[in-house]
């Protein structure tokens, strides 16, 4: 497996890997692998190489958020990755993938940015569209894939590629959870273990919400009501249907909804949602 950390290095190794007629699947990430990560780097195995991108990218945290304290752990994201079979591990540098410190910065569109977590954290998706572009360039993908859990990155990241005729193909992963069914993050290693408990209400909702819909409930006021009765207990952020554009829907649409919901346990983050 490779290891880089230079950019004209990882550019030219894409570059030859394109020459020779192979197709590259991405998977980036901001390191602390997980089985969540594990299921991305698997479903990219349908590419002849496979590139893992592990960099915590400055620019996506607000001044108050967990920058500094965000888990790193390369060596042991690097052992994961050659175990699972990936060609190039990817770790570039802040200094050289943000050389010009006043530089080209992109702006991600304000109606899919402002809502939900963008009105919760300001200028975030800006910082995920900027990193993404960059690693885009350098590791020139024909397929990229992304979680489900960060639904409206994945959404976000899909609507930058489609408005740039940018020939990558955005490949959303369904949601890996852990035993108890609360979704996998780095962030969860933050909680202690009353939190942990505290956040499996968050599993039980959504397990919930899979159930109901499964029967057929498509209708977004009681769905949402049900949610919040289970989330009662804990500090909801929002709890919302919405569409592939993130407006808010009221009626369900198979295969173009979602019920997206973030909650606050111990001071922690915690995304979940349900895809129709
Ligand atoms: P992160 O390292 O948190 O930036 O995540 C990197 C990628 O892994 C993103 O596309 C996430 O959506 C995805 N991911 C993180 N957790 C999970 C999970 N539990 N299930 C599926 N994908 C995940």
Request: aromatic share 8%; hydrophobic share 45%; with cysteine.
């Amino acid at each position: 497996m490779y290891f880089i950390q230079n950019i004209a290095e990882m550019q030219n190794l894409a570059q030859q890997w394109r020459n020779e007629g192979l197709g590259i699947g991405f998977v980036p990430t901001m390191g602390a692998l997980h089985a969540g990560h594990v299921s991305l780097m698997e479903r990219a195995k349908e590419n002849e190489r496979r590139v893992v991108s592990v960099f915590v990218n400055p620019r996506q945290f607000g001044a108050n958020e967990d920058f500094s304290r965000y888990p790193r752990m390369l060596e042991t994201d690097c052992a994961l990755c050659e175990k699972q079979g990936v060609d190039a591990v990817f770790a570039p540098n802040a200094k050289e993938l943000y050389a010009f410190a006043d530089g080209v910065q992109i702006v991600a569109p304000k109606p899919m940015s402002s809502v939900l977590e963008g009105a919760a954290r300001p200028g975030h998706f800006d910082g995920v569209l900027d990193v993404l572009a960059r690693l885009f360039h350098i590791v020139q993908p024909h397929k990229a894939y992304f979680g489900r859990k960060d639904a409206q990155q994945l959404l976000i990241v899909r609507q930058m590629v489609a408005e740039l005729f940018w020939g990558i193909e955005i490949v959303g992963c369904p949601i890996v959870r852990d035993f108890k069914g609360l979704a996998l993050s780095s962030r969860n290693a933050y909680l202690s273990e009353q939190g942990y408990y505290q956040a499996l209400q968050i599993a039980r909702a959504t397990k919930a919400l899979e159930d109901a819909i499964a029967k057929g409930n498509r209708d977004a006021h009681s769905l949402l009501a049900s949610t919040r009765a289970i989330l009662a207990p804990l500090q909801v952020d929002y709890l919302m249907a919405v569409d592939y554009m993130l407006n808010e829907v009221e009626i369900l649409q198979d295969n173009a909804s979602l019920i997206v919901m973030a909650v606050i346990v111990e001071n922690v983050r915690l995304l979940d949602n349900v895809w129709v």
